[in-house]
């Protein structure tokens, strides 16, 4: 089991320095325009729910396994920003590089991530590198987890804009994310990331 899941690992920090190099040469559909999408399609930036904490989030990362319950993860707001462009396979494909890739079907003014991915035709996912501090020595140690939305995984646009009049959307849902560090411990059972924040959109099709 071990094995197969460092290998899925592997595949998906593959999956994620493409993207981020494609998000460096810039991001954009492909043409299509005038449906469903457009309303989701651009950049879409994290507000913090505590105006005096701009690092804030409305998500927690939770673990009941022993050995990572105190874990600290400076990199909690995994999805300080979200960017959405036109799929192939799906409505919309996340390429921000946070989390990628997850991709997205739309019902109505709610995106949901099918599964299977269409693309891969297995769980949906992605894989998110941090830094964990060892809790007996306080060094750090190069860990990932490998996150996993549950059904209620969605981004919902809400029908008020900000003060400003810029679009608003929320981010909802929980996952399972399995912790692995590069000494070779993982997490049983998975960790737990739920919650909810809220975006503006900063560029449209």
Known sequence: MKSVTRSRAATMTALSLVLSVGMAAGC??????????????????????????????????????????????????????????HGELTDLAETSGNCSPLNYDINGKTATVPNPDPYFDDVPGCLIPFTLTDQVTGLGLNAAFIF????????????????????????????????????????????????????FRLTRP
């Not at 457009?38 to 105006?51: L, Y």
């Not at 904490?53 to 939770?62: E, I, K």
């Not at 003060?163 to 070779?184: M, N, P, W, Y």
């Open 28 to 85: 954009g559909g492909d043409g299509d325009s005038g449906g469903p999408e457009d309303a989701f399609i651009g950049r879409w930036f994290q507000s913090s729910p505590d105006p005096s904490d701009p690092l804030g989030t409305g998500f927690t990362l939770s673990c009941a396994d022993p050995g990572f319950t105190n874990v600290f993860n400076p990199q909690t707001v995994i999805w300080g920003s979200l960017v959405f462009e």
């Open 148 to 199: 996993t939305p549950d059904p209620s995984w969605s981004f919902m646009l809400l029908n008020e804009k900000t003060a400003q009049g810029a679009d608003q959307a929320r981010l909802v849902g929980s996952g399972h994310a399995k912790i692995l560090v590069e000494d070779g411990t993982e997490s049983m059972p998975d960790c737990t990331y739920a919650g909810s924040d809220t975006y």
